[in-house]
């Protein structure tokens, strides 16, 4: 009886600890998936585009994009996250070959407005002509906002980050430049920080009129060193609308890095 009573316990035990255990894996890794979340971060990303609709040729983004969460503050009572991205792009040369270089940086600061299960946030963005050749980027300095919302739970986090910004100022030859990009994301924990995710930014350039709609599916895994929540992921994406010169499929690969929390 004694025997069957330990037994009883150590399968329990073992059932507690496995779920424990299934929960904190599914937290880092909405942690590490979530745009709000109020910790210090650093994401390796990359976006290879082997197919353009109407164009011969491919496409590369290496994207670096450090997270700077700060306040509230007696200035500003809500907390903010500042993330910049610094995308190191590849484009077809019109006369022949590839150029790469620095590309336009962006940068936004979101206010955390609403923070429990469901997060809100909205903050200002500027798009810097930083890039280091014309075929890498728009020659036009950019402002305009951005909005965040975002719902999570143990089995899944569901959100989107939308974007929109007109230029206001640079090279006087350069078009005019006013885009909206929409990305909706959705994540699908499994067991052990595993994670199924589907996260196409959806983008459409309103001065011309192009537009293109990638839907993606693609898994990852989180796991913690330390202090650190380390996410790797991988998502092919294919455009299901489009219109113009665009990307008609993609393959979206990460590590997500994020500090302390």
């Known amino acids: 009886m004694k025997l069957a009573m330990q037994a009883v316990l150590a ?25 709000l979340n109020l910790a210090a971060s650093f994401n390796v990303q990359n976006y290879f585009t082997p197919s353009i609709f109407g164009a011969s040729g ?16 007696n200035v500003i009572p809500f907390p903010e996250i500042f993330r910049l991205t610094v995308p190191i792009s590849t484009r077809p040369d019109p006369a022949g070959g590839y150029n790469t270089g620095l590309g336009d940086i962006n940068l936004f600061d979101i206010f955390l407005l609403s923070q429990g299960q469901t997060q809100i946030g909205v903050g200002p963005l500027i798009t810097a002509p930083t890039a280091t050749d014309r075929t890498l980027g728009t020659g ?14 143990k089995q899944r986090l569901l959100g989107a980050l939308v974007q929109w910004q007109h230029s206001f100022a640079g090279q006087r030859d350069r078009p005019t430049v006013q ?33 293109y709609i990638p839907v993606g599916l693609g898994a990852g ?17 294919y ?11 993609q393959i979206f690969a990460g590590l997500n890095m994020t500090f302390g929390k």
């Open 11 to 35: 399968i329990l035990l073992a059932v507690l600890t496995d779920t424990a255990s299934s929960q904190n894996a599914s937290d880092d890794a909405n942690k590490s998936n979530n745009p």
């Open 140 to 153: 036009k300095w950019q402002a305009g906002l951005a909005a965040v919302a975002v719902n999570a739970t």
């Open 58 to 73: 491919h496409t590369n983004d290496f994207l670096l994009r450090p997270t700077v969460p700060l306040g509230p503050n």
């Open 221 to 237: 895994k989180a796991w913690r060193s330390g202090t650190t929540i380390f996410n790797a992921f991988i998502e092919p994406q």
């Open 179 to 211: 885009s909206l990009t929409t990305q909706p994301f959705v994540i699908w924990n499994l067991p052990e920080g595993w994670y199924l995710r589907s996260t196409g930014v959806w983008t459409f350039d309103l001065q011309r009129g192009w537009y």
């Open 239 to 249: 455009s299901v609308a489009h219109s113009g010169n665009v990307s008609q499929w």
